[in-house]
């Protein structure tokens, strides 16, 4: 009985974080696979190549809805880095995976967070920012979702949005 009312509860606060804009965005979490050093990323570049399609299908699913999109990135030990130097980085001649960067690369108008740690919401302006944006409702995307991904889907699940 105790974990229906916490239920109840949750999802009406969830609820209380509806705003003027319809309650959709989506985050794609752009994992450079092909960082130097990066161990087993041929052994993924399959499975890289299919989450790219999916997320270039549900950023242009969100370009028809008008909902705003949000790359979160690593700082890959950059920390005075901004999004076009580390695209650049990741997207110049001999990087492997640099096809799937271009690809799913950020364009002028989205959003862009760096992020220290392995969570979205660790350190980052993203608790400020999805409330400005009115924002009610992730959609996480990744080329892995193992980590970076599970952990931002838990820290949005703790405050309260729908995933």
């Not at 705003?19 to 450079?32: E, N, V």
């Not at 890959?76 to 690809?103: M, N, P, T």
Request: hydrophobic letters at 35%; a positive charge; charged letters at 25%.
């Amino acid at each position: 009985m105790g974990r229906r009312i916490w239920y109840a509860r949750q999802r009406r606060r969830r609820s209380e974080h509806r705003g003027p804009c319809s309650g959709r965005s989506w985050i794609a979490h752009y994992r450079h696979d092909q960082q130097p050093g990066f161990r087993g990323c041929r052994g993924i570049r399959p499975s890289a190549n299919a989450a790219a399609d999916t997320i270039l299908k549900l950023r242009q699913e969100g370009d028809r809805l008008k909902t705003p999109a949000i790359y979160v990135n690593d700082n890959y030990g950059q920390w005075h880095s901004d999004k076009s130097k580390l695209v650049a980085a990741f997207a110049r001649e001999g990087c492997r995976g640099r096809e799937i960067v271009k690809r799913i690369a950020p364009r002028e108008d989205d959003y862009y967070v760096i992020k220290p740690q392995i969570s979205g919401f660790y350190a980052t302006n993203l608790p400020v920012l999805l409330p400005k944006l009115g924002v009610s409702r992730l959609i996480l995307t990744g080329v892995a979702a193992d980590i970076c991904v599970l952990f931002t889907a838990a820290d949005a699940h703790m405050r309260a949005y729908d995933l």
